[in-house]
């Protein structure tokens, strides 16, 4: 099986304190893995390395296809620019994004569109950080359906 995402030589030190230290990672487009530890135990520093946002000199990562982020949200004024097309509109209407300006959004609403552009169909993987933040029971329960059928589409060989 070909993998989605091979990472090796991750090395990240901060303030005398090794965060990560990974010789080599694999991640196989239908694995679902959760990262679990303390604030400031380096999570959301290595889903960043994997995804390509930041960057770590001496690590060789190799990503096959679109690897798409669902980022914890800070503040509802940091907004990814987004290409509107039909297959994000599809996936508004599924998740009742309402049709105003971004910037009046709520963090539920703007976790909701997170969801919808992460779910496109050219996506070869998804890395999500804290991805049920703001989100009310009806949207976890549609990220958990959508994580479901987009890993099974994955594994009837949909290609992005």
Known sequence: MNYAIKASNIEI???G???????ELFVYPTDKIGLVGANGRGKTTLLHI???ILPCPQAAIERNGIIRVMEQLHSTEEYEELDVDN???????????ADK???????GEETRTQIANTFRADT?????DEP?????????????????????????????
């Open 87 to 97: 297959d994000l509109l599809k996936n508004f209407s599924k998740l009742s994004v």
């Open 132 to 160: 049920t933040s703001h989100l009310d029971y009806e949207g976890i329960q549609y990220l958990i359906a959508e994580l479901k059928t987009n890993v099974l589409q994955s594994v009837c060989g949909r290609k992005g």
């Open 124 to 128: 070869a993987g998804i890395i999500a």
């Open 101 to 107: 300006s971004r910037e009046h959004f709520s963090g």
């Open 50 to 52: 994997l995804a390509g």
């Open 13 to 15: 030190e901060y303030n």
């Open 17 to 23: 304190r090794m965060l990560l230290d990974i010789d």
